[in-house]
């Protein structure tokens, strides 16, 4: 990730370059959810040579899928996001001369996440149509106290209790069998997680991600696999910082630029 440069020719956004301008993004610049390190870490859950079809649900502006598209060149992506303000992000950040060598491996699709059914389908989102799912949900609850932002509220803060189950039953539709979904949330919601993921996928593996040395993780890190039947699994922390100031541990910084890769332990879908 870089510092934003200014859109002069559309005020209230910025385009900033990710993984070292090997891709950029158009944000909106006072207002809504704007792209970081929870983007970076879902797309290196993303087995180094993956290929096929990619769904980054809650898309937003479209980091994380384009993170992901920007290290494997064989993945196709689509980036699916319900707010009409951040898809049109989505869609102009494709249309940058800078993004040229994504275009067309990438596409939008303006839809809601939770909807099932016909209704989901005819929304562009079909079964058994993908080799991994992405998600980075409004997993704030909606009892926190809420921001004015309303677009950044849309982003962060969860409409209903059952968030996951919804988004989580989604996932297990438009995967294939064997197909793979990563998840970046809070700790607090664990169970909910668990819960959701359900007979749906197993071999679930969480990754605590913390601060520091000594601190409490402030967020995890889930990959499970459609259909199986493996055990859970806990592995070892990422830290963000090893030292003084808010500079990246190595790992961190290589995992933010595309340079490393949180595979799975087990079950990982390197190939096609």
């Known amino acids: 990730m870089s510092a934003a440069s200014r859109d002069a020719g559309q005020p209230g956004h910025t385009v900033d370059a990710f993984h070292n301008g090997g891709f950029y993004l158009v944000q909106p610049s006072g207002a809504g959810h704007r792209a970081g390190i929870d983007a970076m870490l879902l797309a290196a859950t993303i087995p180094q040579a993956a290929r096929g079809q990619l769904a980054d649900l809650g898309a937003g502006a ?6 992901a598209a920007t290290r494997l060149p064989d993945l196709n992506v689509d980036l699916i996001e319900r707010s009409a303000v951040m898809t049109e992000c989505a869609r102009r950040s494709l249309a940058l001369n800078q993004n040229a060598h994504l275009a067309a491996r990438a596409r939008v699709i303006e839809a809601d996440v939770a909807l099932h059914g016909t209704r989901r389908r005819e929304a562009g989102l079909a079964d058994y149509a993908y080799d991994y799912v992405i ?3 409004p997993f704030n609850s909606g009892r926190d106290r809420k921001t004015p932002d309303l677009l950044k509220s849309e982003a962060h803060a969860m ?3 059952d968030l996951f189950e919804r988004w989580l039953r989604t996932s297990s539709a438009i995967l294939k069998p064997g197909g793979q979904v990563s998840i970046i949330a809070r700790p607090e919601s664990s169970s909910d997680i668990l819960a959701a993921l359900g007979k749906r996928f197993g071999g679930a593996e969480i990754t605590p991600v913390c601060p520091r040395p000594g601190d409490d993780a402030i967020r995890i890190l889930v990959t499970a696999i459609k259909g199986s039947r493996a055990r859970m699994s806990l592995r070892d922390r990422i830290l963000l910082h090893d030292g003084p100031g808010n500079r990246f541990t190595l790992q961190m910084n290589d995992l933010c630029n595309g340079r490393a890769v949180w595979s799975r332990r087990s079950n ?5």
């Open 159 to 161: 409409e209903t209790d």
């Open 268 to 272: 990982s879908r390197s190939s096609k």
């Open 135 to 137: 998600m980075n949900p």
């Open 62 to 67: 479209g980091a994380a899928g384009l993170a």
